[in-house]
């Protein structure tokens, strides 16, 4: 049904208009923030900032996509890539969701005929939302590796887009004290091994994997040599769990179970599973029937033994797709903050259509105030909002809130101690 009003709103308007409803529906620049927010808006991000050591605090899910030239052969380029089908109006499912990830990101004309404008664009709205925006810490910034088959060659066709370790890496060591580097290194691949060494002799910590888009089965034996590689390197593999909507994976939605991850934990592998699997329904082939996949997450993640190796990240438990159990859940377990780690998911907290501050306040998770206060953060700076959102919601009936180590680097992760 959503789908349905969403193509309604397109065709009976301009799609320019209809993309700018729904996502980056910005009133100004982060610049201009400052002088634009009211006395309230102020003190909310002052009460947001305080009682954090700011050194310590991490944002570690932050997608950076980009283009290439239709030149770049999909199998060897080292440039980003993005599947033709979103570049094609014929494909419109695939344009439209692609067009409104750009206009999240503050693209709002691209020119796909000058790539590298684009991405360089990409990348300088981040650094001013993150300047302008007196974020504290560091942003995490993810590379995103290809589609692979199970005998080890890239599938284009599968491959929604590409953001390449190398690129990555680039873009960190020319912002070195707002990024830091993810690298995403798919085990199926014939070079993984060596992939993985490269990088972790370069001094990278952390791995991304999005499984039901890539099509990484967690459980294979085929992987041993991989997460004996990962926790030599001293690696940790950021993975999201659950159902997957905002990058295509239907085909594979069953490999976010969180489940499938016992055999890298029985390994020691540190893990960050993304979303607190806050999303979709997940077999139970351990005790039977289909429970949802939270409900999985949140076995593993009370399991005494995985204490110190599996962790979990809170993006995107404010979407209103995911919000409820999830995110009550968690806040009535204050003990186990210290084994979160806060994600932006960045650009989705720019898609005001999947963010929505009057569902927050009916349900009782933040005030009226705080409601009008965070809509005018969002419109200069959608980053801040989604970090200052996390740090005054409240669980509705008991008051708690995210502790602050919740928005720090876990010291088992290399982060502070506390």
Not at 186 to 197: F, M, N, V
Request: aromatic share 12%.
């Amino acid at each position: 049904m959503k789908i349905l009003f969403l193509l309604l709103i397109v065709f009976c308007t301009s799609c320019d208009f209809a993309v700018n409803k729904i996502a980056g529906n910005f009133s100004g620049t982060p610049e201009q923030m400052d002088k634009a927010l009211s006395p309230d808006a102020r003190a909310l991000i002052l009460r947001a900032m305080t009682g954090l050591r700011s050194e310590c605090v991490r944002d570690v899910h932050v997608h950076v996509a980009g283009v290439g030239h239709e030149k770049d052969d999909f199998k060897t380029t080292n440039t980003p890539w993005v599947n033709p089908l979103s570049l094609s109006l014929a494909h419109f499912s695939h344009f439209l969701k692609f067009k409104i990830y750009l206009n999240a990101a503050g693209i709002k004309s691209p020119n796909l005929q000058e790539p590298e404008k684009l991405n360089q664009d990409y990348v300088a709205r981040i650094v001013d939302l993150w300047k302008f925006g007196k974020m504290p810490g560091k942003a995490h910034l993810l590379a995103f590796d290809r589609h692979y088959n199970e005998d080890g060659t890239p599938n284009e066709e599968l491959t929604n887009f590409y953001m390449p370790n190398q690129t990555v890496w680039e873009i960190c060591q020319k912002y070195p004290d707002i990024f830091t580097p993810v690298m995403s290194v798919h085990p199926y691949r014939k070079d993984a091994i060596q992939e993985l060494e490269k990088w972790g002799k370069m001094g990278v910590k952390f791995i991304k994997w999005l499984p039901n888009s890539m099509r990484i089965d967690a459980s294979r034996p085929q992987l041993d040599a991989y997460y004996d590689k990962v926790k030599e390197l001293g690696m940790t593999i950021l993975t999201h769990v659950g159902e997957e909507r905002a990058v295509e994976g239907a085909q594979f939605q069953k490999l976010g179970n969180p489940l499938l991850f016992r055999r890298p934990l029985e390994k020691g592998v540190k893990i960050i599973m993304a979303h607190l699997g806050s999303l979709g329904n997940c077999d139970d082939f351990e005790q039977g029937g289909q429970k949802s996949c939270f409900n999985l997450f949140w076995r593993l993640f009370n399991e005494e033994k995985y204490k110190g190796i599996l962790f979990a990240d809170i993006s995107g438990i404010t979407i209103n797709t995911r919000l409820g159990e999830p995110l009550l859940t968690i806040l009535e377990h204050p003990e186990l903050h210290t084994r979160l780690v806060n994600g932006s998911d960045y650009p989705l907290p720019a898609i005001n259509w999947i963010y929505r501050t009057s569902q927050w306040k009916d349900q009782g998770f933040i005030t009226d105030s705080e409601r009008e206060s965070l809509n005018e953060i969002y419109h200069y700076n959608p980053l801040l909002f989604d970090f200052v959102s996390k740090r005054i919601i409240h669980h509705p009936k008991l008051g708690s809130q995210f502790r602050p180590e919740t928005f720090y680097l876990p010291k088992e992760l290399g982060g502070c101690s506390y």
